[in-house]
T-cell receptor, first 114, second 111 residues
Framework: SQTIHQWPATLVQPVGSPLSLECTVE??????LYWYRQAAGRGLQLLFY??????ISSEVPQNLSASRPQDRQFILSSKKLLLSDSGFYLC?????????????FGPGTRLTVT | QKEVEQNSGPLSVPEGAIASLNCTYS??????FFWYRQYSGKSPELIMS????GDKEDGRFTAQLNKASQYVSLLIRDSQPSDSATYLC???????????FGSGTKLNVKP
């Protein structure tokens, strides 16, 4: 079965500090990978998605970036965090095999920028 | 206009009742539709997917899709307090790689 991991689970960072969040998927090959952000009490905002190694589509211009160095690894980064970067960061995957388009989420990272 | 719209609620129903959650979408060529449940502080959990017009049942959950009217709904029968959560509607549109989410409907099931 497929499993998606995210770490860390929680993170408190000062404004201006760098960020690196990691997501890995097990049990599937060549998945589509996604980063979302959910602000408190709000819906999901798609930040980036990737259909393959090194292929990143950016949905929202901001001070975040994403990379996919391996098939099942997706990294979200920032060089300098802003207060507005606080939120619940969710990684998700979708199989590219068959006809199912279902998307599954990891446990998330709760980021507080102080 | 947002791609996916949901009533934010909260929707309150008594235990044992049917909860009805609705979602409308703007892109007429949307193909795939999903319902997620999100408990407070947790990540969304997929509970239903539907691709064709009509009803799809899974246990106490029924998803209903009407492409002509561009809405999708979720019925929860015999609602339980453990069903209290925020329910997110999601849609795949022209780009099957992208998912658009509604802002969610908060459901409260009262014992």
């Amino acid at each position: 079965s497929q499993t998606i991991h995210q770490w860390p689970a929680t993170l408190v960072q000062p404004v201006g500090s760098p960020l690196s969040l990691e997501c890995t998927v097990e049990g599937t090959s060549n998945p589509n990978l996604y980063w979302y952000r959910q602000a408190a009490g709000r819906g999901l905002q798609l930040l980036f998605y990737s259909v393959g190694i090194g292929q990143i589509s950016s949905e929202v211009p901001q001070n975040l970036s994403a990379s996919r160095p391996q098939d099942r690894q997706f990294i979200l980064s920032s060089k300098k965090l802003l207060l507005s970067d606080s939120g619940f960061y969710l990684c998700a995957w979708r199989s590219t095999g068959g006809v199912a388009y279902e998307q599954y989420f990891g446990p998330g990272t709760r980021l507080t920028v102080t | 206009q947002k791609e996916v719209e949901q009533n934010s609620g909260p929707l309150s129903v008594p235990e044992g009742a049917i909860a009805s959650l609705n979602c409308t979408y703007s892109d007429r060529v949307s193909q795939s539709f999903f319902w997620y449940r999100q408990y407070s502080g947790k990540s969304p959990e997929l509970i239903m997917s539907i691709y064709s017009n009509g009803d799809k049942e899974d246990g106490r959950f029924t998803a209903q899709l009407n492409k002509a009217s561009q809405y999708v709904s979720l019925l929860i029968r015999d609602s339980q307090p453990s069903d209290s959560a925020t329910y997110l509607c999601a849609v795949n549109t022209r780009n099957f790689n992208k998912f658009y989410f509604g802002s969610g409907t908060k459901l409260n099931v009262k014992p």
